[in-house]
């Protein structure tokens, strides 16, 4: 199993070296249409601040691996691309945060995704006292599109492979384990479409929300670039809007 690196990604790209935060706890908000890569830059920022990764996309995605009553009231909606209820994903955001690993400050990928789940988070943050940074992900639909649908995924170990910019060596065979790899049931193009048709139309509003809450959010070009120089370009801007470590 690689380091959980997206496609394109390596760790070894990666050469800042970690340094923490002068603040108690930060929390980034990955911003961006689904595809636009907040997973992989997520497990970069990761590395690079030393706090926690929340995907609630991951975390839906266990309970339905396992099979528990969660994952099976969930599977449709997931499969079809839409929004699974804000209280579910609002409850399991609240649980996650209080882990301990979460303490020294987390990057939230994949939440919020409607205003209700940034009102929730808004509170949260407040009565944590912790420092919210909203970093938007720009990429091009077209762009997106082609990207997911010509990504592949190991089903036995979850690496993560694209036919054009990171191929396995034996086409459709994954690198570590032999096995076939699979198109996510999400990842297909009509369900990929109606995704980017989700976001739209609930997600965008949340951005206008969290800026309304004061807070700030800073703009990145999310396609232009490998995905390490583009974690590095986040990351610099992070540090700059909260200042050096003391
Ligand atoms: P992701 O891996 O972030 O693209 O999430 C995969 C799927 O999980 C989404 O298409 C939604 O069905 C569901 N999901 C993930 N995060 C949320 C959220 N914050 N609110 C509602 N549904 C979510």
Redesign the pocket.
Known sequence: MPAGFGAGAAASEWSLSYTPFAMSRLCVILFGP?GSGK?TQAKFLKQALGIAHI????M?REHMAAGDGLGHEIAA??QA????P?ET?NLMVEERIELPDSKTGFIL??????VN?AKLLVGLLAAHGIRPVVVHLKVDYNVIIARLSGRRQCPTCGALYSVTSNAPTVSEVCDYDGSKLVVRE?DREEVVRE?LRAYEKQTTPVLDFLRGSGYTVLDVEGADASPAAIARRIEALIRKEVGPAQ
């Open positions: 689904p997973g995907s609630t996309g991951d839906l909606t997931i691309g839409g929004l699974v804000d994903v990928d994949g939440f919020p995704r409607t789940q999400d995704r």
